[in-house]
């Protein structure tokens, strides 16, 4: 399985924009991006997902190099509320029977701070 | 909707023990996954389902049984608990094969003496 590879913490200031990284060098050319995110004490959330194109949502945007073999994930302006720990996850096609099976890395850890 | 509800929140076993983890959906979904948090570490998929009566294998489903009698429910079996299951144990559910998003249950934390 491909793997990704991201920091293991990052601070931000709130309302400042945040740039998550995420290198994943060895991406097969159908896996997607998934982000997802998990608050403290919580399960996991979907952030975002990408396959070449950057994407938006009114959560983040995607922003995906044109190699693929890097993403970032980008919130805005980040609140107090982001704070929480944010998996990029690369994912098989729909279409190929894996639909079911996330693979989490550790994450990054992310601290906002007034 | 409730979403993806879980069953207990928190239960301390002992060694040998066996309990069931309940898990259950009120949004149709086919799809349904349990997966382990240990301390630290990311999810690790234990087992998971694609519809009622089919079940298979994840990463790590040694110790763990399912079934899935019903489109609703997913129970997890610890069949005689051990310390190295000690964990957070989240439930998840997706619409289908052709949906993107997974979504997951608050937890059960579950220490095993």
């Known amino acids: 399985d491909a793997k990704t590879t991201q920091p293991n913490s990052m601070e931000s200031n709130e309302e400042e924009p945040v740039h998550l990284p995420c290198n994943h060098s060895?991406?097969?050319?159908?896996?997607?991006i998934h982000w997802y995110r998990q608050l403290p004490s919580q399960g996991p959330e979907y952030v975002i997902h990408?396959?070449?194109s950057n994407v938006n949502n009114r959560m983040a945007s995607l922003a995906i190099a044109e190699d693929r073999k890097s993403s970032t994930l980008i919130l805005h302006r980040a609140t107090l509320r982001d704070a929480a720990v944010y998996y990029c996850?690369?994912?098989?096609?729909?279409?190929?029977?894996?639909?079911?099976?996330?693979?989490f890395g550790t994450g990054t850890r992310l601290q906002v701070t007034l | 909707n409730a979403g993806v509800t879980q069953t207990p929140k928190f239960q301390v076993l002992k060694t040998g023990q066996s309990m069931t983890l309940q898990c259950a959906q009120d949004m149709n979904h086919e799809y349904m996954s349990w997966y382990r948090q240990d301390p630290g570490m990311g999810l690790r998929l234990i087992h998971y389902s694609v519809g009622a009566g089919i079940t298979d294998q994840g990463e790590v489903p040694n110790g763990y049984n399912v079934s899935r009698s019903t489109t609703e429910d997913f129970p997890l079996r610890l069949l005689s608990a051990a310390p190295s299951q000690t964990s957070v144990y989240f439930c998840?559910?997706?619409?289908?094969?052709?949906?993107?998003?997974?979504?997951f249950g608050p937890g059960t934390r579950l220490t095993v003496l």
């Open positions: 990408g396959l070449t």
């Open positions: 998840a559910s997706q619409p289908g094969q052709l949906y993107n998003e997974q979504f």
């Open positions: 060895t991406i097969s050319g159908t896996d997607y």
């Open positions: 996850i690369l994912r098989e096609p729909l279409n190929t029977g894996t639909a079911s099976k996330l693979t």
